[in-house]
């Protein structure tokens, strides 16, 4: 892979997360806002939390995989 890779991985990592970000503060606040004891709903926003956490996990290993092959 050539020296640019890393630069894009993280660019573009970067990218994403700031969306990624931005769903989780909404998750967030509505689990605030929305009835506690709707379990559906509260689930639904459990779920969404985890995978912006699944997908920050991504972007982060990607991150290592591009730098590991520039060394």
């Known amino acids: 892979m050539n020296s640019a890779a890393p630069s894009f991985m993280a660019t573009l990592a970067h990218e994403l997360r700031q969306p990624l970000s931005s ?8 689990s605030l806002v929305l009835p506690a004891s709707d379990e559906g709903v509260q689930r639904s926003l ?5 995978l912006v956490e699944q997908s920050n996990g991504i ?5 290592r995989l591009a ?3 520039t060394l």
């Open 23 to 30: 769903i989780e503060c909404i998750a967030y606040q509505l």
């Open 46 to 50: 459990a779920r969404i939390r985890e």
């Open 59 to 63: 972007l982060s290993e990607g991150v």
């Open 67 to 69: 730098d590991q092959k």
